[in-house]
T-cell receptor, first 111, second 110 residues
């Protein structure tokens, strides 16, 4: 079965600082991978998805970027964080065409 | 584009039955999924409907009417642990990703 690791679990960063969130997947190969952001009390906003190494599709134009340097590694980055980047960041992999499995998430607070 | 509508909150008592509705608009449609998320946790998959009708999984059932662009999640014999947010999500033929509704917060009272 699949396991998704995300770190760190919580992060407090000042405005203007860089960001790097890492997601690694175990138990599957060549998965479709996804980054979502969830604001407090809100739904999930798809940020990026990847169907393979080096293949990234961006859903929302903003100051975030994503990379997939290895098959089971997905990284979310920013050069300069904004207050509006605060939220719960979730990495997910697609198990079937309609089922996604989510990692434990990273709670980011930008101050 | 895609859009989904869900009620923001539902309250029910332990042992009761509750129905959470979801209406959607999408340009391409494979099916409707449901996810549960407890406070502070990650979403977990509950069910999926690709065809019209009712799918039952234990105390949870999910229904889809493609002609009405409508579905619902039915929770029976409610338990306190069912207090959580529930999200419907459409599987989009245009891209390999899910579009989620804004979620329904279910509060189960004793």
């Amino acid at each position: 079965s699949q396991t998704i690791h995300q770190w760190p679990a919580t992060l407090v960063q000042p405005v203007g600082s860089p960001l790097s969130l890492e997601c690694t997947v175990e138990g599957t190969s060549n998965p479709n991978l996804y980054w979502y952001r969830q604001a407090a009390g809100r739904g999930l906003q798809l940020l990026f998805y990847s169907v393979g190494i080096g293949q990234i599709s961006s859903e929302v134009p903003q100051n975030l970027s994503a990379s997939r340097p290895q098959d089971r590694q997905f990284i979310l980055s920013s050069k300069k964080l904004l207050l509006s980047d605060s939220g719960f960041y979730l990495c997910a992999c697609q198990l079937t065409g309609f089922e996604q499995y989510f990692g434990p998430g990273t709670r980011l607070t930008v101050t | 584009g895609q859009s989904l509508e869900q009620p923001s909150e539902v309250t029910a008592v332990e042992g009761a039955i509750v129905q959470i509705n979801c209406t959607y608009q999408t340009s391409g449609f494979y099916g409707l999924s449901w996810y549960q998320q407890h406070d502070g946790g990650a979403p977990t998959f509950l069910s999926y409907n690709a065809l019209d009708g009712l799918e039952e999984t234990g105390r949870f059932s999910s229904f889809l009417s493609r002609s009405d662009s409508y579905g619902y999640l039915l929770l029976q014999e409610l338990q306190m642990k069912d207090s959580a947010s529930y999200f419907c999500a459409v599987v989009d033929t245009g891209r390999r990703a899910l579009t989620f509704g804004s979620g329904t917060r279910l509060q189960v009272q004793p």
